[in-house]
Nanobody
Framework: EVQLVESGGGLVQAGGSLRLSCAAS????????IGWFRQAPGKEREGVSC???????YYADSVKGRGTISRDNAKNTVYLQMNSLKPEDTAVYYC????????????????WGKGTLVTVSS
């Protein structure tokens, strides 16, 4: 019923760009904040960015100046534009939904997608 489906990952060279998409269905998208999280091999999950139901945005220090989160409520979709990619950005990227932007680790988020892999080569 409830689905969050990430897309847009792939293999890119350092310095390149990509846009991740999170398509949502089965819940009242307009009432939810959507966050992006990532997990690299051998590391804990970390928050990347979050956008509230009214459009306020938040970014981790690691992506400030390089990332832009946005939402299109008419399409039930959230985007994460990433520029100037670095090898350390390599991770599985997940989107998740909750009434508010909260924990940087995603604790308590109501719904999760299955992730999309981003690999940045040097």
């Amino acid at each position: 019923e409830v689905q969050l489906v990430e897309s847009g990952g792939g293999l890119v060279q350092a310095g390149g760009s990509l846009r991740l998409s999170c398509a949502a269905s089965g819940f009242t998208f307009d009432d939810y904040a959507i966050g992006w999280f990532r997990q690299a091999p051998g590391k804990e999950r970390e928050g990347v960015s979050c956008i509230t139901s009214d459009g306020s945005t938040y970014y981790a220090d690691s992506v400030k100046g390089r990332g832009t989160i946005s939402r299109d409520n008419a399409k039930n979709t959230v985007y994460l534009q990433m520029n100037s990619l670095k090898p350390e950005d390599t991770a599985v990227y997940y989107c998740a939904a909750d009434p508010i932007c909260g924990s940087s680790l995603g604790y308590g988020m109501d719904y999760w997608g299955k992730g999309t892999l981003v690999t940045v080569s040097s």
